[in-house]
């Protein structure tokens, strides 16, 4: 089956378009704490055309499906250190900036040969397309991300070749494995051993998405950690528009948008309204235009709240999340949101309109909270509303705006300002214990930087 995922000339409020029919496709609800998520890159395609049969394609930006010519497509991945097993795989191709689309994107089918070689295929010498029918892409548009489940051919460690097929005139191009970070990708879901502990995992940063390589690092890290994603705003830049979300959101957290709980920053408001946020995040981001909800994960209460809108004391938000923690029956409790009540960085002064959220979490005895807005890393200690250090009641908190914007720089060092980092990418990742908690600063490959402890509930 393929499906595409929302992208202008769409309405921003369109969800995904099932556009093959043989099994359900599942692209938002809720993955078990215990998934964890992979993406693996062609290691190699190329496509074959009818009227030029002598001619290798190998080393192309693009690979094509069409019928006149006839165009062919071959992709093959290799798979290997997958430890637990394969409950989903998903082909995922992106069509390029510079073709209007087809009205068929392709048929895609398995392949018994894996040795066919990428720089030496041509029509006369082509491998057979000879497996079975894994789904089929309906319509594409230019520059989208479209995908194909293959669940049924993907079974674990090993090397699997597709083909690829169509009987419209109109051909589909697609970005290859030479085009760079729009290559293909081969995203398979594992069932994986949870932590020791059994404990969850509550892990993300905020400042994520753009044309750069910070948000490729940091999705790469979030492969290999089960869990529930955060997301401390700012996910998209600059003006958090629908063709942003599928550009540089999509590819790379995008893949783990089932298991994410964001919030909104400052630039995912750019567009009026934040509407092509809600429209993305759906449900996970809670009630449409609101921007603030609750949920629990073990013994914890977990709220995430909209620092883009009224904070005021008497506020609707505010009032609401009194009432929540009213009610909540968990013993421990961490809340998020975007713009810092506490921050050492020079580009952002404290926004001190939040502290009413921090009032109302320190008044219910709340444990942590973590910020985003600088792009930077910063940990404050037990701190109550006016920023005095309370080792009895008060919120640890967490400035976590790493997650792949460029970074910002320091200035005047705040007062209980216990750990700083304003030049590595990472994640923040917190172990929640029945009566408290560790966290983790989770570095990207390359970078060595690393901040961790831990806390008890109060």
Known sequence: MGIRLPRPPAPIGAVAVLVAASAAVVVTGASPAA??????????????????????????????VDNSPVRRMFLRFTVSGLSGTVTAAKLRLRTISGNSGSNAGGTFKAMSNTTWSETGTTWNNQPAIDGATLGT??????????????????????????????????????????????????????????????????????????????????????????????????????????AEFNSWYEPTWGRHKARTRPSPGNHDYNTSGA????????????????????????????????????????????????????????PCTLAYWHHPLFTSSSNHAPSTSTRPLYQALYDHNADVVVWGHNHVYERFGPMNPNGGYDAARGLRSFVAGMGGASHYSFGTIQPNSEARNASAYGLLKFTLHASGYDWQFVPVAGQSYNDSGSGACH
């Not at 992979?38 to 290798?56: E, I, L």
């Not at 049924?152 to 090993?158: E, H």
Request: zero cysteines.
């Open 35 to 64: 998934a964890a998520t992979v993406t693996v890159t062609p290691v190699a395609d190329t496509y074959v055309q009818s009227d030029t049969t002598g001619t290798n394609y190998g080393t192309a930006t693009q690979i094509v």
């Open 137 to 242: 892409i309906g319509a594409v548009g230019s520059d989208g991300w479209y995908e194909v489940d293959v669940t049924s051919r993907v079974t674990g460690n090993g090397t699997y070749s597709f083909g690829a097929t169509s009987t419209s005139s109109d051909g589909a191009y697609y970005d290859s494995r030479e085009s760079g970070a729009d290559a293909p990708q081969l995203v398979l879901t594992t069932g994986t051993t949870a932590p020791p502990s059994g404990d969850p995992v509550l892990v993300g940063a905020g400042d994520i998405a753009n044309s750069g390589s910070g948000d490729s690092a940091t999705a790469a890290l979030l492969d290999g950690i089960s869990g529930t994603v955060f997301t401390t705003g700012d996910n998209v830049y600059d003006n958090g528009t629908a």
């Open 275 to 330: 509407t092509p946020y809600y429209s993305y995040f759906g449900a996970q981001a809670g009630p449409s235009g609101r921007g603030y909800y609750s949920y629990d994960l073990g013994n914890w209460h977990i709220v995430s709240l909209n620092s883009n809108i009224s904070m005021s004391a008497g506020s609707a938000q505010e009032q609401w999340l009194r009432a929540d923690l009213t009610a909540s029956t968990k």
